[in-house]
Antibody, heavy 117, light 110 residues
Framework: QILLVQSGAEVKQPGASVRVSCKAS????????ISWVRQAPGEGLEWMGW????????KYAQKFQGRVTMTTDISTSTAYMELRSLRSDDTAVYYC??????????WGQGTLVTVSS | EIVMTQTPLSLSVTPGQPASISCKSG???????????LYWYVQKPGQPPQFLIYEVSNRFLGVPDRFSGSGSGTDFTLKISRVEAEDVGVYFC????????FGQGTKLEI
């Protein structure tokens, strides 16, 4: 069974950073990249970026350039997404998903990040 | 960025009746590889999105045949021939000819 298990909910103050982890199992981690998608409360889905697990390639959505860093740890089949300079409108559920080049599946269970003073 | 526009944004359907969701893209989703990169997901309450249909009309593994997709170019439709209670959720279309963008979602209620 292919699973992506994400780290738990976080509460952060404005200006802080958050790092979300995504541990993959049930498939060869280095065969597919990982995309990150977020969903603000009551809103739609927003792609944040993609990281290769088999090369140095990374692509960030323009909106997040300079504020997001995606990394992987091949030894533990884990992907990470760090978002800096958090604002209240970064409050959202953050998902990782296995990237199949033209679509993503499956998705992690999601990590709620709340930004509040 | 390719804008994806879904209609309606909400839909209330009696079990056993059909449902239809439209998705329009800001530009053609026909890729140079000859495939049209339009995908459908459903997000059931409290869950992450689940994959439904790939490349316009192909059902993913395990998706019931009451779900069907159609369309070409910039206009696409997801149809449920006979809605069941378990179909409740928010349906999203997604394109991938450029960096992924999603429709706003259509909430299906019974």
């Amino acid at each position: 069974q292919i699973l992506l298990v994400q780290s738990g909910a976080e509460v952060k103050q404005p200006g802080a950073s958050v790092r979300v982890s995504c541990k993959a199992s049930g498939y060869t981690f280095t065969s597919y990249g990982i995309s990150w998608v977020r969903q603000a409360p009551g809103e739609g889905l927003e792609w944040m970026g993609w990281i290769s697990t088999y090369s140095a390639d990374i692509k960030y959505a323009q909106k997040f350039q300079g504020r997001v860093t995606m990394t992987t740890d091949i030894s533990t089949s884990t992907a990470y997404m760090e978002l800096r300079s958090l604002r209240s409108d970064d409050t959202a559920v953050y998902y990782c998903a296995r990237d199949r080049t033209y679509y993503v599946d499956p998705w992690g269970q999601g990590t709620l990040v709340t930004v509040s003073s | 960025e390719i804008v994806m526009t879904q209609t309606p944004l909400s839909l209330s359907v009696t079990p056993g009746q059909p449902a239809s969701i439209s998705c329009k893209s800001g530009q053609s989703l026909l890729h140079s590889d000859g495939r049209t990169h339009l995908y459908w997901y459903v997000q059931k309450p409290g869950q992450p999105p689940q994959f439904l249909i790939y490349e316009v009309s192909n059902r993913f593994l395990g998706v019931p045949d009451r779900f069907s997709g159609s369309g070409s170019g910039t206009d696409f439709t997801l149809k449920i021939s006979r809605v069941e209670a378990e179909d409740v959720g928010v349906y999203f279309c997604m394109q991938s000819v450029q960096p992924y963008t999603f429709g706003q979602g259509t909430k299906l209620e019974i």
